[in-house]
């Protein structure tokens, strides 16, 4: 039993552990009971038992294993973290759980697997269990196979992926063991439920007999498919669903259901692909040319019984499918054709999508073969085209389809219409859009009334089916000229299409609109049986819809929207028929006055006039739908109709034609009444404006395209060049008006060139400014047109051409009325990625049919085995191809003859077939489409070549491709990803760059990308750096389509250490990603179509056209500053400049009509060089600077880092500053001729000042250029850097600019090596910038950079660096020294033992500097050196000690005017303050200067020299003192004058404290800059100044702005003290005290100013309470005199920050402080502590200070905190109070807040992940549960009670704590607060018992501390910061009250003092009227004498001795009475001589 009760007292955890199995089975028992009590499943509790479940399963005690078991179950099913432990829990089960005899045991290992599919995990466990099978023991094989079951019984077919079960099932069923083979029994019956006959293939194999049970067992399954009836816990929506139709009983969804796992899984992909070419008979290529057919046929059957295996491996089947072809097209024998045809089927169903390759070679055969009458030959081909057409799109076949409807032959019309029936079914209306739809359906149109009664028969049936996939409305846009006859027989046909898929899909199919389920579903459904999988089957969906949705992308929406506008608007209007002559007399007297009809035809011109102007008040008035349009225009075209002579009616006349379009339902057939008058008058001077009115009116009603093709054939069968003219004039504005929508540039283009032949100049000038405008739509390919013009017509052309480049089509201002409806709702289904405006001009080209020129001869010449047969064939080819300049898709067998020389041995010839491609890209346009598979990845191939030319002739090839065949070709399939898979770095880098580049252009992309990420993630990893490079800049790229989620679940697949790094720079991705796209596509309907033109034309995508002429680079907007909407660049063109080009305001006028064509593109920059380089030379790029910086940042870039320059930083620099300089300046900085270099750098020095913003922009890459010239040789080029870069510097120190860190670092480590030139000249220069680059950079970051300089091997470049860092020192003190003083003089020492004597001499001088500086603490800083450095240093010093009265000071006071000190040199702001000139910095010092003269004293002699100010210097100098500021007019006397105690409403520094407040900042800034000194003597004298400000409440404002600045100067110092003084033991430690004393005193100071301790912001808050509770802690301090007293003060001053900050900015500060202590562990736990113990206070003040508090930055700061310590992590902390202090505060601002605590959680993203917002609402809900009486839980620790009504053991708790810290040390005084306020909010609380065992002494010390806190509280004087309890006399005699001192009492205090010190009582005491007279004036510490204190009882503050002492050593000088330590008279007599010299220089000044 003792052994029992040993392990019985263990932990949970442990006994689980336990060896003993009772222990174990124990431990079990109460883990399952934990389990099930624990409802957070996110409780750290869990954490501890995450790896002892494997333990559980796996225990070697059966009995305790059982147990273990249901633990490990509870915890699955409850724990959040259990996913982590799937993989060796379920391993676990299977290996030791399985085997077990009990089957209770096999039954919870089965419900565990089952649980973890439940929790997300099931592909784990499915890994796992299929592991199991190869198990050899059966028992384990029978429960994985009986688990698998189970799975896919409950969670179903989509949850179980069924492809591995299948893979593996055959094999079980040769298992020896019965008990597998029944079990694999079941499983195939359950799989079989959900795949039906998909499930047939993989078993054919397996025994008949089992076959045979099978079949029977699954006949007998029911043919409803089955349910899921479990689900995971992401689908709990799913859940109550099928729960809901369980009660419901279950039958309103059969059909969804049904239709949803149809498609689940297919068959093809649980086969395993066969090889098949390698099978192939070896003479198979012989005998299928032999001329015997017996001998074909046996090579056919061999290929027939390969092809028949359902699914091939992917390869090379190009010449097979030659072959083949060879037999369908060409063999005589029927049999053959037709066994060739079922291979080909059969190959087509075997490689599915990887067949599209082949598939437009073929196409064309079997539509030709399609002539064969026999029957059985016509069903094989049919088979063989349908399998095809799955392995492709319509729209890639579309060309051949069309090719043939023509075709003579009537069988092969009907069999390709029948196939496009069959085709059809296969679609919906996402993959058959308009632009796909619209040139079969008029082919069909066609045939319809085709002589054939089959032929027309087979179209019906395939404009029925059309109409049954896309919806009526689709279809009869282009059924319009058909009668209703043959309307009604189509719609017949489309009533009896039944669509694959059932029922339900022919619908869905037939809705007009496509409903979503059916649309979405129909696809799968129809491919699922003879196609691919639920994969490839989406993507092929996805990727076909993508080019229909639109042309817009690259085009111009508007054109592709035109085309159907027409279509539509004819179809809705022309409905009207001509109407005869009598009915419109009838129809227009109804609604025109009698005498209006009577005089149209009069002979007196006036009553025709009155009859129009009758008529005209008819029309105005008339109502649309009753005005009969046709027979009003007829009217006015009645005699005399257009022969109308009297110019007045006939402008009357066409305005009423206008009047009647615009206001009627005006036809085309009324238009067509009037237009040929119209046009007669156009030209007209007096009438053309009217006709051209009505033409327009008429475009508006009757669509543009049509008016304009009708005008333009009817003006030019007129010989009248004035018509003409003014015609094309019309039509050009007509354009802009309405847009180029849909206008039909073939209709009228020979017009076009007709007038540009005309002898008339005005029409020829008319035409041109026609194509001029057209040109705006269509780009560059509009010039192909008329390539065959004359020369000087073609430049006329050009040049007009040229003015429009760069320019925006106008918004359209008018639409077609009727079409506008139309328009809209189609313009989405008729957007094309990859078409476009240019694409569409393509279209309209004059195509040649090349097929029959590329002869077998010359296809065999290109194969030849002589290299240069294969050239001359590739010769003639590219000579066939030039000459007919534009060609048809059909280029016969040359695209595989072609591909072969892609992979030549000889590179000449490769290099000479891409250029053929790309001469082949241009001439065949968009029909390239279909030669991608074939031609354009083995172009891919070649990217993979070990040579760069051959690379680069590639990537132009594959450009040239992808702009005529757009990305989504490219993207489909695997071919991509397969040419990934090769392990070829060049191939990866080029590929993944050209993606990187596309994709982000993209709107969509094809699934079938993520077949490439796992290629991605490979790339990832390579060993090749570029490679890594590029993948990781394509990542963004991948996921801005992909999105993250799928991308990071494709690293599931990788290997752990793999994963990591992946998911890693998957985040990063992340941050980076890529907007999608969209804005390109809506620039509206001009801007898309410009953005889409070829690309020569249309680089700019402009958003503005108002001003064309002040565009500049790259479509950016005009000059004015640009607005974020302007700047936004497309995500793929980060390197190009898209932002707007803005120089100086004022040259505006001037450079912008000048840049107007240069500007465009580089390309045309150069054509005019002196207009160019009249123009801004830099480009100001918003945030280029920035991007670059984050580029380089990220390594995307190279990093500016280099020993010696190579070409790659070169070819990077000038592609960055392409972007940013103006082309001609960059191509002068590159020039290889210095003196043009030279050149450059001038104009950028003339213009440094008009363009200082745009050089600040582009600072980075100037410097960067620069370096580049420092590795040039030449002196000329150098000497001309240097003078700009002095001239930079200037500027920049003028606009207040401060270098960045980037730019710094890429310039300053490549000037330092100039410093050590040879040429005097040249180092004299780069001294002088380095002196400049202080002003812009602070000095303490340019020291590493030296430091790094004296490291060289150079000895100039080490002495220089050593020299300027003596300066640094002398100028800037020991702060600039970095990291640390210690370790940089340690390296300066080691110089001076250097060979050079120039080195040793510059690194004595840095020492001797630094000596003047700190004194003899340079020893202890420079280290240990040999005794010969060490004597030669001594006798530097000595010698220099000598020279110091005068010289030196002079010197370095020059030096320092010379550098003006940086106000802070850690600063690290971008735009540093503003700071004085060397004359104002002298008067500072000496204005600082004279202010601590008065108090200098002896014990202070050793003022540092850089603060010493030399009058003669001044005086003699007159340069400088005709610089010195008007500061100098300020009134001096009273500043000179000893500050006297002042009436009460005056006391000030200076009296004209405001005038001085210009210079004030500069004046405090230095002083600040002060307190951080390492001389204490100068730190104390600082503080004295600041302290001085800060007592006068009427001048302390001057310090707002600068607190933060302030506080971090004195922490600076606190560390000091902390890491240096405390340690040293040379340091007085009086002098230290002294300085805490003046430190604690200035803070209490500062922090008694509420407005002034409210700037202190966070950051400098948290840092300040470190230092101090640091110091708190610092048992040294205690250690010294006084010390305590030290700490003491310091308690107050945190009470005081905790009272006064900013309550946001303290709360805020702290819990980061406990953050960063908790994370850190340096410190020991006090630290925390004491911060928390800050924290209670603050939350203790929650109630009164909560509504001035930021809820939402504190809330922002606890889930930051919780992010680093979540629950479970807090918990395993060394004490629980961090976790109870945070409960504490959310508990307490939940109680104060209630339920609005929520609202303020805005600044949290990813709320729902935040772990506070789930505590917070547990306890919102919690304490909305209470009553109103209790208090809450999690506040009761901390909050003191904040009910009344608490209990008592809760009030001893309470007061326990109190006391514990009364008791305590450290905390004695927060204990004596705490217990203070516990009485005040408790006044009835009984003491009593808790003070009754102490001591005496103690209970009167609590006594005594509750009352001086009560005295405190009450407004009494406040204690003296170093004492505790008070009883000093001088207190008793002081008012109790903060009201203003009298004069009187300030005496009375004085008469005490002195006496103390037994001297006269004859003066008045200087004090501060504001302040309360306790706190001494730290300025009392410059005269001090040590003090001794004369009370006895407790030891006086030092700042209060030093403050008396200070007060009666003025007092004694006051009056002049002499005094034992100095004289009075000759301090006054240098008073005097101080004033007197400052008076002459002031008179020189003047």
């Known amino acids: 039993m003792g052994d029992d009760s040993e392990w019985m007292k263990l932990p949970i955890d442990q006994k689980c552990e336990h060896k003993v199995w009772k222990a174990r089975l124990n431990g079990y028992e109460e883990a399952l009971k934990l389990f099930q009590k624990i409802e957070d499943e996110k409780s750290p509790e869990w954490g501890k038992y995450l790896g002892l479940i494997k333990k559980f399963v796996t225990d070697s005690n059966a009995v305790a294993q059982l147990k273990g078991l249901e633990a490990a179950l509870a915890f699955i099913e409850n724990a959040h973290v259990a996913g982590k432990t799937t993989g060796e829990v379920v391993s676990g089960v299977v290996t030791k759980v399985f085997n077990q005899p009990k089957a209770r045991a096999k039954e919870l290992g089965m419900d565990i697997c089952l649980m973890y599919i439940e929790i997300e995990k099931g592909e784990v466990v499915q890994d796992e269990l299929l592991k199991g099978l190869d198990n050899k023991n059966p028992k384990i094989v029978v429960a994985c196979i009986e688990t698998l079951r189970k799975a896919l019984s409950e969670f179903g077919s989509k949850i179980v992926t069924l492809k591995p079960v299948v893979k593996v099932l055959p094999k079980q069923f040769e298992s020896r063991e019965k008990a597998v083979r029944d079990e694999s029994k079941l499983l195939a019956v359950e799989i079989y439920k959900w795949i039906r006959d998909a499930l047939r293939p993989p078993l054919q194999n397996i025994n008949s007999v089992q076959l045979k049970e099978l079949e029977e067992e699954w006949v007998k399954l029911p043919p409803s498919p089955p349910k899921q009836t479990r689900f995971l816990r992401s689908q709990q929506d799913l859940k109550a669903k099928f729960e809901q139709q369980q009660a419901q009983g279950g039958e309103q969804s059969d059909g969804d259901e049904e239709e949803e796992t149809a498609v689940a899984v297919d068959p093809y992909d649980l086969l395993e692909p066969v090889e098949i070419l390698s099978k192939m008979p070896k003479d198979f290529y012989e005998k299928i040319e032999a001329k015997k057919w017996q001998e074909r046929k046996e090579a056919l059957e061999a290929v027939e019984a390969l092809t028949k295996n359902p699914k091939l491996e992917n390869g090379d089947y190009g010449d097979l499918v030659r072959a083949l072809k060879k037999v369908v097209g060409k063999d005589a024998n029927v049999m053959l054709v037709s066994m060739a045809a079922k291979c080909l089927a059969e190959l087509a169903s075997g490689l599915r999508k990887k067949f599209g390759t082949y598939a437009g070679q073929v196409v064309p055969t079997i539509l030709e073969k399609f002539k064969e009458k026999k029957l059985q030959v016509v069903q094989s081909l049919q088979e063989a085209i349908d399998a095809i057409f799955l392995t492709t799109t319509l729209q890639n076949l579309s060309e051949d389809i069309l090719g043939v409807m023509d075709n003579k032959n009537p069988s092969i019309k009907q069999q390709a219409s029948l196939f496009l029936a069959r085709s059809f079914r296969h679609c919906t209306q996402a993959t058959l859009p308009k632009s796909v739809l619209k040139p079969f359906c008029a082919a069909l149109v066609k045939q319809v009334n085709d002589s054939a009664l089959e032929v027309r028969d087979a179209a019906f049936e395939a404009l029925g089916t059309a109409m049954k996939v896309v919806g009526e409305k689709a279809v009869n846009p282009f059924l319009a000229d058909l009668d209703k006859l043959k309307l009604d027989k189509i719609k017949e046909c489309a009533d009896k299409v039944e669509l694959p898929g059932g029922k339900k899909g022919a619908a869905g199919g037939g809705l007009s609109a496509g409903d979503k389920k059916p649309a979405a579903k129909a696809p799968p459904a129809a491919e699922a049986p003879p196609k691919s999988s639920a994969p490839p089957k989406k993507s092929q969906t996805a990727s076909v819809s993508k080019p229909s949705a639109g042309p817009a992308k690259k085009g111009k929406p508007a054109s592709a929207a035109g085309g159907k506008t027409k279509k539509t608007s004819d179809s809705k209007e022309i409905t009207e028929a001509e109407i005869s002559p009598e009915a419109c007399e009838e129809l227009a007297a109804a609604v025109l006055p009698a005498s209006c009809l009577q005089q149209l035809d009069s002979g007196n011109w006036k009553e025709r006039l009155a009859s129009m102007e009758e008529f005209q008040r008819a029309v105005e008035t008339m109502d649309k739908a009753a005005m009969p349009c046709q027979a009003l225009v007829r009217m006015l075209a009645k005699k005399p109709g257009w022969k109308e002579t009297n110019f007045q009616v006939m402008q009357m006349k066409l305005h009423i034609v206008g009047l009647v379009a615009q206001r009627g339902q005006f036809s085309k057939t009324s238009a067509s009444v009037v237009l040929d008058g119209l046009v007669d008058k156009i030209g007209d001077v007096k009438c053309g404006g009217n006709a051209k009115s009505a033409l327009t009116a008429i475009g508006e009603t009757c669509s543009l395209p049509w008016t304009a093709e009708q005008v333009v054939s009817l003006v030019f069968a007129q010989k009248n060049p004035k018509n003409q003219a003014e015609t094309l004039n019309w039509l050009a504005n007509a354009m802009k008006e309405f847009g180029f929508a849909g206008i039909n540039v073939k209709g009228f283009i020979n017009n076009v060139k007709t007038a540009l032949g005309a002898t008339n100049p005005a029409v020829r000038t008319a035409a041109i400014t026609l194509l001029g405008v057209m040109y705006l739509y269509m780009g560059q390919p509009l010039r192909m047109f008329f390539e065959d013009e004359k020369p000087a017509l073609l430049a006329q052309i050009d040049a007009e051409f040229e003015k429009m480049q760069g320019q925006s089509p106008p918004a359209p201002i008018r639409a077609t009325k009727k079409a506008t409806a139309e328009e809209d709702g189609d313009e989405g289904a008729e957007q094309d990625e990859d078409g476009g405006a240019g694409q569409d001009i393509m279209d309209l080209l004059p195509r040649t049919d090349i097929g029959d020129k590329i002869t077998s001869d010359l296809v065999s010449k290109i194969e030849d085995k002589n290299w240069k047969i294969r050239k001359e064939g590739l010769d003639e080819a590219a000579a066939i191809i030039s000459e007919a300049k534009f060609i048809t898709a059909n280029i016969g067998e040359l695209p595989l003859a072609l591909k072969g020389r892609l992979t030549d041995s000889n590179k000449i010839l490769v290099q000479q077939t891409l250029s053929i491609l790309q001469q082949l890209a241009t001439a065949m346009g968009p029909g390239l489409k279909q030669h991608v598979k074939v031609l354009g990845f083995p172009v891919i191939t070649v990217l993979g070549d070990s040579k760069v030319n051959l690379r680069t002739a590639a990537m132009a090839t594959l450009q040239a491709w992808v702009e005529q065949t757009g990305m989504k070709d490219w993207l489909e399939g695997e071919d991509l990803s397969e040419e990934l898979k090769r392990e070829n770095p060049f191939l990866r880098q080029e590929v993944l760059g050209w993606l990187a580049e596309k994709l982000p252009t993209l709107r969509s992309v094809p699934g079938d990308l993520m077949l490439c990420?796992?290629?991605?993630?490979?790339?990832?990893?390579?060993?090749?750096?570029?490679?890594?490079?590029?993948?990781?800049?394509?990542?963004?790229?991948?996921?801005?389509?992909?999105?993250?989620?799928?991308?990071?679940?494709?690293?599931?697949?990788?290997?752990?250490?793999?994963?990591?790094?992946?998911?890693?720079?998957?985040?990063?991705?992340?941050?980076?990603?890529?907007?999608?796209?969209?804005?390109?596509?809506?620039?509206?309907?001009?801007?898309?179509?410009?953005?889409?033109?070829?690309?020569?034309?249309?680089?700019?995508?402009?958003?503005?056209?108002?001003?064309?002429?002040?565009?500049?680079?790259?479509?950016?907007?005009?000059?004015?500053?640009?607005?974020?909407?302007?700047?936004?660049?497309?995500?793929?063109?980060?390197?190009?400049?898209?932002?707007?080009?803005?120089?100086?305001?004022?040259?505006?006028?001037?450079?912008?009509?000048?840049?107007?064509?240069?500007?465009?593109?580089?390309?045309?920059?150069?054509?005019?060089?002196d207009e160019d380089k009249s123009g801004p030379i830099f480009v100001l790029v918003p945030n280029a600077k920035e991007q670059r910086m984050k580029e380089e940042k990220q390594l995307k870039i190279l990093k500016w880092n280099f020993i010696t320059p190579r070409d790659e930083y070169v070819e990077q620099l000038k592609t960055q500053m392409a972007a940013c300089f103006?082309?001609?300046?960059?191509?002068?900085?590159?020039?290889?001729?210095?003196?043009?270099?030279?050149?450059?750098?001038?104009?950028?020095?003339?213009?440094?000042?008009?363009?200082?913003?745009?050089?600040?922009?582009?600072?980075?890459?100037?410097?960067?250029?620069?370096?580049?010239?420092?590795?040039?040789?030449?002196?000329?080029?150098?000497?001309?850097?240097?003078?700009?870069?002095?001239?930079?510097?200037?500027?920049?120190?003028?606009?207040?600019?401060?270098?960045?860190?980037?730019?710094?670092?890429?310039?300053?480590?490549?000037?330092?090596?100039?410093?050590?030139?040879?040429?005097?000249?040249?180092?004299?220069?780069?001294?002088?910038?380095?002196?400049?680059?202080?002003?812009?950079?602070?000095?303490?970051?340019?020291?590493?950079?030296?430091?790094?300089?004296?490291?060289?091997?150079?000895?100039?470049?080490?002495?220089?660096?050593?020299?300027?860092?003596?300066?640094?020192?002398?100028?800037?003190?020991?702060?600039?020294?970095?990291?640390?003083?210690?370790?940089?003089?340690?390296?300066?020492?080691?110089?001076?033992?250097?060979?050079?004597?120039?080195?040793?001499?510059?690194?004595?001088?840095?020492?001797?500097?630094?000596?003047?500086?700190?004194?003899?603490?340079?020893?202890?800083?420079?280290?240990?050196?040999?005794?010969?450095?060490?004597?030669?240093?001594?006798?530097?010093?000595?010698?220099?000690?000598?020279?110091?009265?005068?010289?030196?000071?002079?010197?370095?006071?020059?030096?320092?005017?010379?550098?003006?000190?940086?106000?802070?040199?850690?600063?690290?702001?971008?735009?540093?303050?503003?700071?004085?000139?060397?004359?104002?910095?002298k008067i500072m010092y000496r204005t600082y200067r004279i202010q601590s003269r008065q108090n200098a004293h002896s014990d202070h002699p050793s003022i540092p020299k850089e603060f010493q100010l030399d009058l003669d210097m001044i005086e003699q100098d007159q340069r400088s003192v005709c610089e010195l500021p008007d500061l100098v007019q300020h009134q001096l006397d009273e500043l000179l004058e000893p500050v006297m105690i002042p009436e009460p409403k005056i006391r000030s520094i200076s009296p004209h404290f405001d005038d001085l407040h210009s210079s004030t900042a500069s004046t405090i800034n230095f002083v600040i800059s002060q307190v951080a000194s390492g001389d204490i003597g100068t730190s104390i004298q600082a503080l004295a100044q600041i302290d001085e400000v800060l007592r006068q409440e009427d001048k302390a404002d001057v310090m707002s702005g600068h607190i933060d600045q302030l506080l971090i100067a004195t922490i600076m110092q606190l560390r000091l003290i902390n890491s240096t003084h405390l340690a040293d033991d040379r340091v007085d430690k009086k002098d230290l005290i002294k300085l805490y004393s003046c430190i604690m005193g200035n803070m209490m100071s500062l922090f008694s100013m509420e407005t002034l301790a409210r700037e202190a912001s966070i950051g400098v808050l948290k840092d300040l309470m470190h230092s101090l509770i640091t110091l708190m802690l610092d048992s040294r301090v205690e250690d010294v005199e006084d010390g305590t007293q030290v700490i003491r003060s310091v308690n107050l001053l945190v009470i005081r920050v905790l009272e006064h900050s900013d309550q946001t900015n303290i709360f805020s500060a702290l819990l980061v402080l406990l953050q960063d202590t908790l994370v850190s562990n340096a410190g020991s736990l006090k630290v925390s502590e004491l911060v928390m113990k800050c924290l209670w206070r603050m939350i203790r003040f929650l109630p009164e200070n909560i509504n001035s508090l930021n809820l939402d930055r504190i809330l922002l700061d606890v889930h930051n905190f919780m992010k680093v310590f979540p629950k479970e992590k807090l918990k395993q902390l060394k004490t629980d109070v961090p976790h109870r202090t945070l409960k504490t505060l959310c508990h307490t601002l939940c109680k104060l807040t209630g339920v609005k605590i929520l609202d303020h959680l805005s600044m949290i993203e990813n709320r729902n992940e935040s772990e506070l917002e789930a505590y917070l609402r547990r306890v919102v809900k919690h304490s909305g549960n209470l009553s109103g009486t209790k208090s809450d839980r999690g506040n009761e620790?901390?909050?003191?009670?904040?009910?009344?009504?608490?209990?008592?053991?809760?009030?001893?708790?309470?007061?326990?704590?109190?006391?514990?810290?009364?008791?305590?040390?450290?905390?004695?005084?927060?204990?004596?607060?705490?217990?203070?306020?516990?009485?005040?909010k408790y006044s009835d609380a009984d003491l009593e018992p808790f003070l009754r065992n102490t001591s005496q002494f103690f209970q009167s010390y609590v006594e005594r501390g509750l009352r001086v806190i009560e005295s405190e509280r009450e407004g009494k004087p406040r204690i003296q910061s170093s004492s505790v309890i008070p009883q000093h006399n001088v207190e008793s005699s002081l008012s109790s009250s903060n009201e203003e001192l009298k004069p009187a009492v300030y005496y009375e205090r004085l008469k005490i003092l002195r006496q103390r010190q037994g001297l006269e009582n004859t003066t008045r005491a200087l004090s501060s009227e504001d302040e309360p007279p306790q706190r001494p004036a730290i300025s009392s510490l410059l005269s001090s004498k040590p003090s001794v204190a004369s009370s006895t009882d407790m030891l006086h503050s030092k700042l209060s001795q030093l403050k008396e002492s200070r007060e009666l050593y003025q007092q004694e000088h006051n009056t002049r009475s002499g005094s034992p330590a100095r004289a009075a008279s000759p301090a006054t007599a240098n008073l005097d001589d101080l004033k007197k010299r400052l008076e002459r220089i002031k008179s020189k000044r003047q």
Not at 1117 to 1124: D, V
């Open 1013 to 1169: 990420v796992p290629q991605l993630f490979t790339c990832l990893e390579d060993r090749n750096a570029d490679v890594r490079k590029k993948a990781q800049d394509a990542l963004p790229a991948f996921m801005m389509h992909l999105g993250y989620d799928k991308m990071n679940k494709a690293t599931g697949k990788l290997k752990p250490a793999s994963k990591d790094q992946v998911v890693a720079m998957l985040e990063k991705a992340r941050a980076v990603m890529p907007a999608k796209t969209a804005a390109p596509t809506k620039t509206g309907g001009k801007g898309s179509a410009e953005q889409s033109r070829a690309p020569s034309a249309s680089r700019a995508s402009e958003d503005f056209t108002d001003k064309p002429e002040a565009k500049k680079v790259r479509g950016g907007a005009a000059k004015k500053p640009p607005s974020p909407t302007e700047e936004a660049p497309p995500p793929s063109k980060e390197k190009e400049c898209n932002g707007s080009k803005k120089p100086p305001v004022k040259g505006k006028a001037a450079a912008g009509g000048q840049q107007g064509a240069a500007g465009k593109k580089p390309a045309t920059k150069g054509l005019k060089d």
């Open 1222 to 1481: 103006a082309k001609w300046l960059l191509d002068e900085m590159f020039h290889f001729d210095f003196q043009r270099q030279v050149k450059a750098i001038g104009v950028m020095i003339e213009r440094l000042n008009t363009e200082s913003e745009a050089t600040i922009s582009c600072l980075d890459l100037i410097l960067k250029w620069i370096t580049l010239r420092f590795f040039e040789t030449n002196t000329t080029i150098l000497m001309k850097v240097l003078e700009y870069l002095k001239l930079l510097f200037t500027m920049l120190n003028r606009e207040n600019y401060h270098l960045t860190e980037y730019e710094a670092n890429s310039f300053v480590p490549y000037l330092i090596l100039k410093v050590g030139e040879s040429k005097d000249v040249v180092r004299k220069d780069v001294r002088v910038i380095l002196s400049m680059l202080c002003k812009v950079y602070p000095a303490s970051k340019l020291f590493p950079f030296l430091m790094d300089g004296t490291k060289s091997k150079n000895s100039k470049q080490r002495a220089e660096c050593l020299e300027e860092l003596g300066c640094l020192i002398e100028g800037y003190g020991m702060n600039v020294c970095q990291p640390t003083p210690a370790k940089s003089l340690k390296e300066i020492a080691v110089h001076i033992g250097d060979r050079d004597t120039s080195v040793r001499n510059a690194a004595l001088n840095t020492v001797v500097a630094v000596y003047n500086v700190c004194g003899e603490q340079v020893y202890k800083l420079i280290g240990n050196l040999s005794e010969k450095d060490m004597s030669m240093l001594e006798e530097r010093i000595k010698r220099s000690a000598k020279k110091t009265p005068a010289a030196p000071v002079k010197q370095s006071t020059a030096e320092k005017t010379q550098r003006e000190q940086p106000t802070n040199p850690n600063a690290t702001f971008l735009r540093k303050p503003a700071q004085e000139d060397p004359g104002k910095l």
């Open 1837 to 1880: 620790k901390s909050a003191l009670g904040t009910d009344d009504r608490m209990s008592k053991a809760k009030v001893s708790d309470i007061l326990s704590e109190i006391f514990k810290k009364i008791g305590s040390k450290e905390n004695t005084k927060e204990g004596l607060t705490e217990l203070y306020e516990y009485k005040q």
